[in-house]
């Protein structure tokens, strides 16, 4: 006789990493996906929420649902099934679940991260009536197309507690968040074990910055910018070699970027580069209470 069990959790345990990740491998086989889940719930806003919903036949994950909630205004959601317990619910249970979780603390959106080639993933779009919002690209460093810059006016600023303040000053101005979205985020960072911050400095002042999360043997860069007054100007450039040059000292060889399809100045910054593409995501948005 069949026994579903269903975990809600905050963390996961190395186990339950493993199991998300053998999980991961059958339905990217089956499903000619790239994508990887993100198992890091560090970087939530509130580390008091359940973020990760499991589904287990007995001892098998066979259905799985991970929130990324970042900031307090919005939810990403991603969920894998095993290809022989789709269509059976438990998707629909998992959700549920989830949703109940961000009305408890007030979330008032998700946006849906779909792998563009999941033909299953679409299908579960379509049944929600989620909205179109926009296209992400995953990109991989091409070491063949790289080529270290033989000057850069910038140089790499490690920060410490002491400065916290400025930090989140830089970051404000420039991906204009509020002050405590922006103090969540950085705060996450400074106490991470697998993130580091790289801020750029001209002339002893912060004009770019961008962080790290590593992930095994591979580390991906996000949260890379430049400060208004300082763009257009050839730094954007220079930082991210500062970054990648940075992480191939320290012995990084995989390096992925993910870019906003509406942001064609940063894409085109990062193909310049050596980044190529290997994967998109799209996603959907949808109120939560209307889930």
């Given at each position: 006789m ?89 998707f ?5 679940k ?15 991260v ?6 299953s ?32 006016r ?13 930090v ?21 960072i ?46 954007g450039?220079?930082?991210l ?51």
């Open positions: 069949t026994r579903l069990i269903l975990k809600e959790l905050k963390d996961y345990s190395d186990n339950e990493v493993n199991e998300v990740h053998h999980l991961e491998q059958i339905c990217q086989d089956h499903d000619s996906l790239k994508g990887s889940i993100f198992v890091d719930t560090t970087m939530n806003y509130n580390q008091e929420m359940n973020s990760i919903f499991l589904m287990y036949d007995d001892d098998q994950l066979i259905s799985m649902l991970t929130m990324f909630v970042p900031t307090a205004h919005e939810a990403e959601i991603t969920a894998l099934t095993l290809p022989s317990q789709r269509r059976k619910g438990h629909k249970e998992l959700l549920s989830a949703v109940e979780e961000l009305i408890k603390y007030e979330i008032p959106e998700v946006l849906f779909v792998e563009s080639q999941s033909i993933g679409k299908h579960v779009i379509t049944h929600l009536r989620a909205h179109y919002d926009f296209t992400e690209y995953s990109l991989r460093l091409n070491p063949r197309k790289y080529v270290p810059l033989a000057a850069n910038l140089e790499h600023f490690k920060p410490r507690e002491k400065d916290l303040k400025r989140i000053d830089t970051s404000m101005r420039i991906f204009e968040d509020s002050y405590e979205d922006t103090k969540g985020v950085v705060v996450n400074f106490q991470s074990a697998t993130r580091d911050q790289y801020l750029g400095l001209l002339n002893d002042e912060i004009i770019g910055m961008g962080s790290s999360s590593r992930d095994g043997d591979e580390v991906s860069i996000f949260g890379f910018g430049i400060t208004p007054e300082f763009r257009s100007k050839g730094y450039y220079e930082l070699h500062l970054i990648v040059e940075k992480l191939r000292q320290s012995g990084v060889r995989e390096i992925v970027i993910e870019v906003d399809s509406n942001n064609t100045h940063a894409f085109s910054l990062y193909q310049k580069l050596g980044f190529q593409i290997e994967t998109a995501f799209e996603y959907y948005r949808k109120k939560t209470r209307e889930l």
